[in-house]
């Protein structure tokens, strides 16, 4: 193989590598999105179109390395540039959570650890490195080649994968008061009207019953005695919060709920997820073990299956699990959102007047801790 053909063979090498990466990212971009939120880069209110320009950048970076403008000027240079970022950003990674979870990089299709995708870079940078110095710079190059696959890749991304709006427009757990009292000693008022009653009708019965003829009969003095398991101590409660989960109200059951009254437990489940098929098991043999509160499902379809295929997917889902409970249905975009810190679908989360009391992926539910969470 000549030393030309061997630099074309690599540059298309790395302008697929590129490609796909940016490619594989889009299903679903969602899960992109919320992979820089975790990471605190952004909030959801720029996660959107953060992830859609490094999209768009990957893309246009890719299809670069298979024209001559600015090549070896330009954009190899860039290409290692990012590469280094994204190696030291993925470093700092594994120091502070270690070499764990997906790094995102291919998206959720190739799933890879931080260190997989720290030597797929360092073999790239190295590839990239071989072609630049046995690549001949082009004179003459033109500017409008390289701007014209920027300007179409960000178009092709922004335009085929909208934003939704996901920006954080309501608080979320902000206290809104306090359901009761603080504890303290308290008399049960209704209980002590019910034993005056009964006093006096008491007492009543025993005049009008009474056979003694002598002069100086009189009515027995009513004496109200207060039983002692009418004065009852008032158990202390949460303050009732706002939680992520308010607004979702109506259920398959048709009852009109408020999550954050009392105690729930909030599933945020993929229809076709095996994770989720899973824990969603586990909570029914839980349920056999201890009562559990009301369990409220949030489905999001994969397949953004709808209708009769919907139905099939959750009836399928239901007989895997061996139990069915309420649920909804969200978009994509709200369902990534409701994850919270779960890094992959599921998540179960046990609310009380709205406060977290656990939080569940499926790297530390057990039905152990489901139980002792709901008491």
């Known amino acids: 193989m000549s030393s030309n053909r061997l630099i074309w063979v690599l540059r298309v090498l790395v302008a697929l590598l590129f490609v796909a990466s940016a490619l594989m990212k889009l299903f679903p971009i969602q899960a992109f999105e919320k992979q820089l939120v975790d990471l605190g880069i952004v909030n959801w209110c720029l996660a959107p179109p953060l992830a859609r320009g490094i999209i768009a950048f990957e893309l246009f970076l890719g299809f670069s390395f298979l024209q001559n403008h600015f090549f070896k000027k330009f954009i190899m240079p860039l290409t290692v540039g990012m590469l280094v970022a994204f190696i030291i950003h993925l470093s700092i990674q594994i120091i502070q959570t270690g070499n764990t979870g997906n790094c ?96 006096k009708d008491t007492a009543s019965k025993t005049v009008l019953n009474s056979k003694d003829k002598t002069k100086n009969t009189t009515t027995p003095k009513e004496v109200v005695t207060v039983p002692k398991d009418t004065v009852k101590v008032q158990e202390p409660t949460m303050a009732r919060v706002v939680s992520e989960f308010a ?81 909804t249905v969200v978009n994509v975009s709200t369902f990534f959102r409701m994850l919270g810190k779960a890094p992959s679908p599921p998540r179960v989360a046990v609310l009380n007047e709205g406060n977290i009391l656990g939080d569940f992926s499926s790297l530390n539910f057990s039905k152990e801790a489901l139980i002792k969470a709901a008491k």
Not at 119 to 143: A, C, D, M, Q
Not at 250 to 269: E, M, P, Y
């Open 247 to 327: 607004p979702y109200t109506q259920f398959s059951d048709g009852k009109v709920v408020n999550l954050d009254a009392g105690k729930n437990i909030v599933c945020v489940f993929n229809t076709t997820c095996d994770h989720c098929m899973e824990t969603a098991k586990g909570i029914c043999e839980a349920s056999k073990m201890a009562k559990l509160p009301p369990i409220r499902i949030l489905f999001w379809s994969e397949m953004d299956a709808k209708g009769e295929a919907l139905d099939k997917e959750i009836a399928a889902f239901f007989k895997f699990t061996g139990c069915s409970h309420p649920y």
């Open 104 to 199: 995102g990089c291919m998206g959720q299709v190739i799933p890879m650890t931080p260190l997989e995708a720290i030597i797929k870079n360092v073999i790239t940078i190295g590839i990239i490195g071989f072609i630049y110095f046995n690549s001949p710079r082009k004179e003459g190059s033109l500017h409008r080649y390289p701007l014209l696959i920027l300007v179409g890749s960000v178009l092709v991304i922004f335009l085929t994968y909208k934003m939704d709006c996901c920006c954080d427009e309501k608080p979320v757990n902000i206290p809104v008061g306090v359901v009761t009292q603080p504890i303290q000693n308290t008399i049960d008022t209704a209980a002590i009207a019910e034993t005056v009653k009964t006093t």
